[in-house]
């Protein structure tokens, strides 16, 4: 079966001493194979912007692996290209 997922969620802490905060946005497609294949569950692509306020930066495009065990846990191996935005540090 295939899942569509939509999220939003939103990053803040501190890299080299400078507070940093920022959106994303992301839209993913997952593929869930009905059964394992090579220990996998399934595949994902997608796409994720970050620094929303920024038309040019900040734009991902995803692809990865996952497995999900039956307990509700799992693991994704997720390759991802893309622009970082400026992330600009208040001085």
Known sequence: FRVLN???YHSEGVLK???????HLGLDLERNWSQNKI???????GY????LHRKRLGHFINLGV????DVGAGFYVLLEYGQHGYRSFPE
């Open 17 to 23: 001493g400078k507070s940093y905060s920022f959106n």
């Open 6 to 8: 939509f999220s939003f």
């Open 39 to 45: 220990g996998l569950s399934g595949w994902s692509l």
């Open 48 to 51: 994720r912007k970050e620094e």
């Open 66 to 69: 996952f497995r999900k065990f």
